[in-house]
């Protein structure tokens, strides 16, 4: 007579754990971090390494002397894929200690202070970056154009899409407009990272890159396709009404799309587990939120960029947006009115 055997859930066991969707999420970005080496060489490599190794330790120390965790967290790939993201999001030529304190807001503050991984209300590489944009706005600001692989500290600068973008929408004529909008590279060139002046951050230089990044993860059921399609889909539409009504002061919405990190945002830290709705549905209307707040913030803010802000403000409305698409219980009855 066989025992019948009963036991607390879960009952179901799949082969999803933090590792394999960290790891997972790091592979998705090498196209990104491949291109970022092929058009600023040595910048690159010092940032990304500085930013992986930095975030990587202070989880390390402050796991060790100040929570007194025995438990060894920086093996699941989280700190190391914060730390990747954050070089991502960066210029090629920020100098070492900057960089290192942008690691420590990211882990220090924005993660381990809320309890570690899964605890977080922010996303950690963006509050890094925001946290380094407040303090440090010209180190920030500041983009080497590309092709200089040897240079780092000094590298050559230029403007880039986003800021002749932002300049364009408040010149004082359209002669002005048109010509700083001529300025902008071609959707080709935006589309394959090759920019004749100022790149941007990292992560923000080929669109191609970020989209295979993107196919992974949705081949690996990694992510969904709901908080990218959504903020690409709502910046598309915006954008393309804008550039409808005033051809002459406004980009036409794929340029718009391509530039700067909404891209990078959309598909790589738009859609952090712990910072996004649960639901798809959810997913949906932060994603729509985010792509209204970068319209607002890039065209009418202080800020060429926005997406950053936008993703963290949400952060901010992700317990509220779960609350109110919250699925019925099965079996729940409705209460009566």
């Known amino acids: 007579m066989s025992k019948l055997i009963v036991s607390l859930s879960p009952h ?20 990104a971090l491949l291109a970022s080496f092929y058009f600023f060489g040595i910048g690159s490599a010092i940032v990304c390494l500085t930013s992986v190794a930095a975030c990587v330790f202070f989880e390390w120390a402050i796991n060790k002397f100040i929570l007194r965790n025995p438990r060894n967290t920086i093996l699941d790939g989280s700190a190391a894929l914060t730390g990747l993201l954050l070089g991502m999001n960066l210029p090629s030529n920020l100098p ?51 092709g200089q692989h040897l240079s780092y500290i000094d590298a050559e600068t ?22 700083l909008l001529g300025q902008l590279p071609d959707t080709l060139s935006l589309f394959f990272g090759n920019h ?15 989209l295979l990044g993107l196919a992974y993860m949705l081949w690996r059921k ?46 790589f830290m738009a859609t952090d587990y712990v910072t996004s709705p649960m639901t798809p549905k959810g997913q949906l209307i ?37 609350n109110y698409v919250k699925p019925k219980r099965f079996g729940e009855v409705p209460a009566k009115q």
């Open 158 to 179: 230029g403007a880039t899409p986003l800021y002749l973008m932002k300049q364009a929408i408040s010149a004082d004529s359209p002669e002005k407009a048109q010509q």
């Open 286 to 322: 932060y994603g729509v939120c985010i792509g209204v707040l970068t319209i607002v913030i890039r065209n009418w803010g202080s800020y060429p960029e926005g997406m950053s802000f936008a993703i963290l403000i949400m952060n901010a409305f992700t317990p509220l947006i779960n």
């Open 12 to 31: 179901a066991h799949g082969t999803d754990s933090v590792e394999r969707n960290m790891y997972g999420v790091i592979i998705a970005l090498v196209p």
């Open 96 to 146: 070492i200690w900057i960089i290192i304190i942008g690691a420590l807001f990211a882990i220090g503050v924005a993660k381990m202070t809320f309890g570690g991984l899964g605890q977080n209300i922010f996303n950690p590489a963006l509050v890094g970056r925001c946290a380094l944009l407040v303090a440090f706005p010209a180190q920030m600001t500041t983009w080497p154009k590309i």
């Open 222 to 267: 990694i992510i969904t396709w709901h908080i990218p399609v959504s903020i690409i889909g709502t910046v598309f539409v915006l954008s393309g009404l804008m550039w409808l009504v005033n051809p002459l002061h406004y980009a036409n919405p794929v340029q718009v799309i391509l530039s700067g990190g909404l891209m990078l945002g959309a598909i």
């Open 196 to 210: 004749p002046d100022g790149a941007g951050a990292l992560g923000e230089v080929c669109a191609l890159a970020l």
